[in-house]
C-alpha cells in the first residue's frame, strides 16, 4: 500500500469553476501535509500546507484536512487556466521530517 | 545560496557509463531527498539523508544506485553502468525541520543514449 494516494486524472474543469484534488494517506502518525504544483519540465513548487484538522483558506486556495478519516484535499476557485499543472500532495510523518509524496493528480482548467 | 542547486542541469551519457548528480541543499537543512521522475510519471523516492543518521535508501531501485553526503551538506547520487530505463530528471529537495517545507532544486535531466 503506498503512502499516498491521489488520483492521477487527467481532470478537467472550466475556466471560473472549482477544482478540487484529493489525497488519501495511510499512516495516522502523519503530522504535516503539503500540496505542490508542477508545471510541465519544472519542479514542483509548495502552494499551501495544513497541519490541523479543518479549512485553511490562502486566496483562491483552500486545503482542507480530516485525520480521522486520513484525508486532505486542495479546492481551487475561480479556476484560471494559468492553474494547469500536476497536483501533488505530500505527508510528513510526526517529527521524522521525511516526506512521502503522490504520484499527482493532472489538472487542466479549459478557456 | 539562496536555493537547492543541483548540477549538472542536463546529461548525456553513453549506456554503461557511470555519472554523478550533485546536489547543494539550503544552507542548514538536516534533511535531503533524492527523487527520480519519469516522463509524464509521480516522483519515485530514492533516498533521504536526515542529520547524522543512516540514510535510508529504501528506494534506490539497484545496486547500481548510490548516494552519500559529506559533512552534512552536499550530497552526490551515483549511478553506475547505466541503462536507458535510468533517463529521467532527478530532483534534490532538502527541509530545515519538522513541520517545515521541502525546497526543491531545479532537477538534473539524464539521458542514457
Known amino acids: 500500500q503506498k503512502e499516498v494516494e491521489q488520483n492521477s486524472g487527467p481532470l478537467s474543469v472550466p475556466e471560473g469553476a472549482i477544482a478540487s484534488l484529493n489525497c488519501t494517506y495511510s499512516?495516522?502518525?502523519?503530522?504535516?501535509f503539503f500540496w505542490y504544483r508542477q508545471y510541465s519540465g519544472k519542479s514542483p513548487e509548495l502552494i499551501m500546507f495544513i497541519y490541523s484538522n479543518g479549512d485553511k483558506e490562502d486566496g483562491r486556495f483552500t486545503a482542507q484536512l480530516n485525520k480521522a478519516s486520513q484525508y486532505v484535499s486542495l479546492l481551487i476557485r475561480d479556476s484560471q487556466p494559468s492553474d494547469s499543472a500536476t497536483y501533488l500532495c505530500a505527508v510528513e510523518l510526526y517529527n521524522f521530517n521525511k516526506f512521502y509524496f503522490g504520484s499527482g493528480t493532472k489538472l487542466n482548467v479549459k478557456p | 545560496g539562496a536555493g537547492v542547486s543541483q548540477s549538472p542541469s542536463n546529461k548525456v551519457t553513453e549506456k554503461g557509463k557511470d555519472v554523478e548528480l550533485r546536489c547543494d541543499p539550503i544552507?542548514?537543512?538536516?534533511?535531503l531527498y533524492w527523487y527520480r521522475q519519469s516522463l509524464g510519471q509521480g516522483l519515485e523516492f530514492l533516498i533521504y539523508?536526515?542529520?547524522?543518521?543512516?540514510?535510508?535508501k529504501s528506494g534506490l531501485p539497484s545496486d547500481r544506485f548510490s548516494a552519500e553526503r559529506t559533512g552534512g551538506s552536499v550530497s552526490t547520487l551515483t549511478i553506475q553502468r547505466t541503462q536507458q530505463e535510468d533517463s529521467a530528471v532527478y530532483l534534490c529537495a532538502s527541509s530545515g525541520g519538522s513541520n517545515t517545507e521541502a525546497f526543491f532544486g531545479q532537477g538534473t535531466r539524464l539521458t542514457v543514449v
Open positions: 539523508f536526515q542529520g547524522n543518521s543512516a540514510p535510508d
Open positions: 544552507s542548514g537543512h538536516t534533511a
Open positions: 499512516d495516522r502518525g502523519s503530522q504535516s
